[in-house]
């Protein structure tokens, strides 16, 4: 059957599964915008001007693209087949689910509860400790941070991933390269030659990593703000991943007591500042500049801001590393000062950094949605880990040493809490928000519509809240180590509850490729409900769309594409039909509920249920 061409009028407010069911040939325009692999074959259940923002096009080029595109070809199978490099994010991010729930979160959680049972720090192996928080930094960070990059770069980009299955060979690698080194970590004694295999297999994937993402970068001749972040925390990565057997033997087989004391005291705080400030937070913070404006709506920070942001963020890195270890192995006490005006320089960054995209300030209802409360509540603990940093001397010298009488300027209880702020409060808190609003989109699912995780929210800032405060208040009293102890569970349910809705999302959007709809039991027909929903629980229904109508229906292409996306109430109104007398006709056939079908229907038995 084919469809006459009419006047087409595409706007900024159309939604793409609306276009490209009916329009099928703006596909095609889409994918050379970054489309590909988001949402199924209809895409997500976006507006064309969300899209372009957030991708970076001109809306008027855009429109009038995709007006020229719907009439000149009449519809048309609109084939969608996902290669690896639409997906490739999947398997990262389940990577790292894994990984957080097993030796990130979880057995840092068991380590805590340790900790707090026996009410010393001291209670636990080292060895744990650090193969702990080397799963955390390389898996859990490393994983969603590489799997965000390959599928969100190339479509920022408006180009391809580079040498795809070369890109997805780093997940093996890493996958394999942090299991070894936990065993060299765990094996007694420390295993020195299992640790450089371990540590020459990370730094190949990260390797291959970075050698990706510079190919697809500069493939694809569209220089952004962000692309020197990018390029900063890749070397930052580079350098943590060749430091990391050095570390290995500095920590793990140091030979005496004092020995490795004094290596703790020099390397511990610059490696760990090279891996969460230079991986992570450098790449949050360039990711974010085209994140922010384009997905929610915030104001676009300027050039100037962008310049300062880089050289601040990085310099302070730089200069905190360097000057930390050249004063602790000189004695040269004015470097640590130096050393300190960094953290300053980072503080002053993190309370700028709201300020600059007006993030507290009010948006549209059709922009905020479950990730923005994640994204706000990181950076407000980004300013609160950053203002403890700058606070430690203060807190050594003026408080901890004269209540306690310790004669060491350090306590090992306010440095974690500032560490733990940094890595739960905003790194990981921002790893949450956004793939909780990525995930639904490139799944198909409408992310208003999605589980609004507040429990999640709740359970991460409780469980932090409570690490922070009592882990600082141990230096005082016997009686915080149970309530600390406690906490790394509360976050580990909080992790448990997004990462499975997390890994519900991607089933969601495997089933939606394989053309399959999983509907309930109970139909409720409202405005809200899909046409395909209908269709594919009510094969009757389509002699009513088609009367009342909607006499497209007829079309099997139609009804693949078109049923996946759109609602009742947004057909009626796109076609002018009257959608009480609609919903009328409709209903009795809820209420009837002669089908009884299997959870899962298949697409194409559908369509032959329905033929005509």
């Excluded at 300020?355 to 549209?364: C, G, I, N, S």
């Excluded at 500032?418 to 990525?438: D, E, N, P, Q, W």
């Excluded at 399959?516 to 594919?536: N, Y």
């Amino acid at each position: 059957m084919e469809i006459q061409n009419r006047a087409t009028t595409i706007t900024a407010e159309s939604y793409l599964p609306e276009v490209i069911s009916q329009y099928p040939a703006t596909r095609g325009v889409f994918d050379r915008y970054g489309l590909q692999g988001c949402g199924g074959p209809v895409g997500p259940s976006e507006q064309v001007g969300w899209f372009a923002r957030l991708h970076g096009v001109r809306i008027d080029q855009l429109l009038a693209e995709l007006n020229e595109a719907a009439n000149r070809s009449a519809p048309v199978v609109a084939e969608f087949s996902p290669s690896i490099a639409d997906t490739i994010y999947r398997p990262f991010f389940l990577a790292g689910i894994v990984t957080v729930l097993t030796l990130g979160c979880v057995w840092g959680a068991i380590n805590l509860f340790t900790i707090g049972v026996k009410e010393s720090f001291s209670a636990i192996n080292y060895s744990w400790t650090l193969a702990h928080g080397h799963a955390m930094v390389f898996g859990f960070v490393g994983f969603f941070i590489m799997g965000f990059a390959y599928q969100a770069v190339p479509r920022f980009k408006h180009t391809s991933l580079w040498q795809p299955r070369l890109a997805f060979s780093a997940l093996p690698l890493m996958i394999a390269g942090i299991t070894l080194q936990a065993v060299a970590h765990l094996s007694s004694p420390p295993s020195l030659s299992l640790e450089v295999v371990a540590a020459v297999i990370q730094i190949l994937a990260v390797i291959i990593f970075a050698g990706v993402m510079v190919k697809t970068i500069r493939h694809a001749s569209k220089p952004e703000i962000y692309d020197r972040f990018l390029y900063a925390a890749l070397a930052w990565f580079l350098i943590a991943a060749i430091a990391n057997p050095i570390i290995f033997k500095l920590f793990e087989l140091a030979g005496t007591r004092e020995q490795l004391l004094f290596n703790l005291a020099t390397f511990n705080i610059p490696y760990r500042d090279v891996q969460l400030l230079g991986l992570a937070v450098v790449m949050i913070l360039g990711i974010s500049l085209r994140l922010l404006p384009h997905a929610y709506g915030f104001r676009e920070p300027s050039k100037q801001w962008a310049s300062l942001l880089f050289w601040g963020v990085n310099g302070a890195i730089l200069g905190s590393v360097l000057f930390f270890i050249a004063g602790m192995t000189s004695g040269n006490h004015w470097l640590l000062t130096l050393q300190w005006l960094a953290s300053v320089a980072l503080l002053l960054i993190a309370v700028a950094t709201p300020f600059q995209y007006r993030l507290f300030a009010a948006v549209p209802a059709n922009e905020n949605d479950r990730g923005l409360k994640f994204i706000r509540a990181a950076h407000i603990w980004f300013i609160l880990a950053t203002a403890m940093l700058v606070f430690t001397p203060v807190y050594n010298f003026g408080i901890y040493m004269p209540i306690t009488g310790s004669h060491i300027p350090f306590s090992h209880a306010f440095f974690g809490a500032y560490r733990h702020a940094l890595t739960v409060g905003f790194i990981m808190m921002m790893i949450v928000g956004v793939s909780s609003k990525i995930v639904p989109t490139l799944s198909g699912i409408d992310v208003k519509r999605a589980n609004s995780l507040w429990p999640t929210f709740v359970l991460l800032n409780l469980g932090n809240l409570t690490r922070v405060s009592f882990q600082i208040a141990t230096d005082f009293s016997p009686a915080a180590y149970p309530v600390m102890g406690i906490s790394g569970f509360i976050e580990v349910a909080g992790l448990a509850l997004w990462g499975y809705e997390l890994f519900s999302n991607i089933r969601v959007g495997k089933k939606l490729e394989k053309g399959v709809f999983r509907f309930f039991q109970h139909l409720e027909i409202t405005p809200d409900t899909k046409v395909g929903e209908v269709l594919a629980r009510y094969p009757q229904s389509l002699e009513i769309f088609v009367r009342r109508g909607f006499p497209l229906l007829r079309n099997p292409v139609l009804r693949k594409t078109m049923a996946r996306a759109i609602t009742i109430g947004q057909a009626c109104r796109r076609e002018g039909v009257d959608l009480a007398g609609l919903l009328a006709e409709l209903k009795p056939l809820a209420r009837q509920d002669h089908v009884e079908s299997a959870p899962l229907v298949s697409i194409t038995r559908m369509d032959q249920a329905q033929r005509v």
